[in-house]
């Protein structure tokens, strides 16, 4: 299993900047995918952003050209650089890794709150 801690988040003006990281531990070595996810109020759980073992990433469109995911292999861990933040960005972010075998872990979520 992996278990999977994230940090950071909190509140920020529309236009700032935020970072939240995520650190895993266990079966480390059976991670291949790590990305993020988010849930708004009211709203289905959606992909933010993800990033492979090799470097390959893949944005939601509402993120792309604001938000970079980085990922530390040797530390097993992923960062998502969130600029240029919009209200619509409010939410709770989970830290999610797929397993070369598709199994799923997910953090227990981070708030993220952009006031206007």
């Known amino acids: 299993q992996v278990q999977l801690v994230e940090s950071g988040g909190g509140w920020v003006q529309a236009g700032g900047s935020l970072r939240i990281s995520c650190a895993a531990s266990?079966?480390?070595?059976?991670?291949?995918?790590m990305g993020w996810y988010r849930q708004a109020p009211g709203k289905t759980r959606e992909m933010v952003a993800a990033i492979s073992r090799g470097g390959s990433t893949h944005y939601a469109d509402s993120v792309k050209g604001r938000f970079i995911i980085s990922r530390h292999n040797a530390e097993n861990t992923v960062s998502l650089q969130m600029n240029s933040l919009k209200p619509e960005d409010t939410a709770v972010y989970y830290c999610n890794t797929i397993d070369h075998d598709y199994s799923t872990s997910w953090g227990q979520g981070t708030q993220v709150t952009v006031s206007s």
């Open positions: 266990g079966s480390v070595d059976r991670i291949n995918v």
